[in-house]
């Protein structure tokens, strides 16, 4: 269903060294970039889903919608916890720390961040007890 899911940024260089010790915690590679965006996902599968960061194609400012956010699903709460440290580290900003949230289900664990130009992502496992 997803093609792809891009973000805005105001400095590209500073977005890639946001974005690529996380992405390759999740055994995702950068496939594509050029002077104006960054992809990661699989370079061998042009079906499968995948994230970028770039500059507004307008040419306007980046900017973040307040309740728009990206979830990357994960496969447990040991990786989800290691992503939201890797993310704070490289200049995320934590929006609630890696934990059980019973109110979206019981097992549902997830840490939440924003990266540095403010965009917010989520690391979620449905249901913590259950592989994906």
Request: proline share 5%; aromatic share 12%; with cysteine.
């Amino acid at each position: 269903m997803i093609g792809y899911t891009m973000v805005g940024t105001t400095d590209l260089a500073r977005a890639i060294r946001f974005y690529d010790p996380m992405f390759a915690e999740m055994g995702m590679k950068q496939c594509y970039k050029d002077e104006q965006v960054a992809f990661w996902g699989d370079k061998t599968d042009a079906n499968a889903p995948r994230f970028a960061t770039g500059y507004p194609f307008d040419g306007g400012k980046a900017g973040v919608g307040n309740g728009t956010m990206t979830a990357f699903l994960i496969t447990g709460s040991e990786l989800i916890d290691r992503l939201h440290s890797i993310a704070v580290e490289n200049g995320g900003v934590d929006e609630g720390a890696p934990g059980l949230r019973p109110h979206y289900g019981e097992g549902f664990y997830a840490a939440y961040v924003r990266d540095p130009d403010g965009n917010k992502i989520a690391f979620v496992c449905y249901d913590i007890n259950k592989k994906i």
